[in-house]
């Protein structure tokens, strides 16, 4: 069984900045490479970040790269997601996953999920 806990989020005002952690635990095996999604309400979720298994390779989406950071702590399972110069746009319930496979250009999602975390940002 697999775990995976979010914390951080909150409500910002445009410009501001939050941090979001994860971690993944419980029969974990080797490293996971981890990823963040979004979703707001009527749409899917969409890939915001992603980092490999390592920590040493990062993807960021469009809409969010140069404002967010994303990192790992060496040889665990958590990450953190430093989101910075945020605009009303990036809220939505943030999603924290686990055990998918890394690409450069991509990241498919795997089979843990964490709850959620709501990021609001006001204009």
């Known amino acids: 069984q697999v775990h995976v806990v979010e914390s951080g989020g909150g409500l910002v005002q445009a410009g501001g900045s939050l941090r979001l952690s994860c971690t993944a635990s419980?029969?974990?095996?080797?490293?996971?490479?981890m990823g963040w999604f979004r979703q707001v309400p009527g749409a899917g979720r969409e890939i915001v970040a992603a980092?490999?298994?390592?920590?040493?390779?990062?993807y960021y989406s469009y809409s969010v790269k140069g404002r967010f950071t994303l990192s790992k702590h060496d040889a665990e399972n958590t990450i953190d997601l430093q989101m910075n110069n945020l605009i009303p746009e990036d809220t939505a319930v943030y999603y924290c996953n686990a055990g998918g496979t890394y690409y450069s250009n991509n990241y498919h999602q795997g089979d843990y999920w964490g709850q959620g975390t709501q990021v609001t940002v006001s204009s």
């Open positions: 980092i490999n298994w390592s920590g040493t390779s990062t």
């Open positions: 419980g029969r974990t095996g080797s490293p996971y490479s």
